[in-house]
């Protein structure tokens, strides 16, 4: 397999993770979260790490940055809501 091949493949399992991994964590995501509310993700086949960022990413877009904070918790991310964000009104 040539260098091309080998980074469309890469691509390609890149764009399949994003798409599966956020399915699979926004089941468990609650968006409406109150401020101090804890929600867990179970990881299942996804790495913790891989979970948290692609999570990261999607909550600081919908709720903003420094408004929840996650931890690892095994093969689990918590997270909590810290504080609302510009995009709830504040």
């Not at 890469?10 to 804890?38: D, K, P, Q």
């Not at 891989?50 to 990413?57: A, P």
Request: include cysteine; charged fraction near 25%; glycine fraction near 8%.
């Amino acid at each position: 397999m040539n260098k091309k091949n080998i980074s469309k493949k890469l691509e390609l399992n890149s764009i399949e993770f994003r798409g599966n991994a956020t399915e699979h964590y926004m089941r468990y995501t609650n968006l409406n979260a109150e401020v101090g509310e804890v929600f867990v993700i179970p990881c299942g086949k996804y790495s913790a790490t891989q979970i948290r960022g692609s999570l990261s990413s999607k909550l600081s877009k919908l709720w903003g940055k420094k408004t929840y904070k996650t931890h690892i918790d095994g093969n689990n991310v918590k997270v909590l809501r810290v504080s609302l964000g510009v995009n709830d009104g504040i």
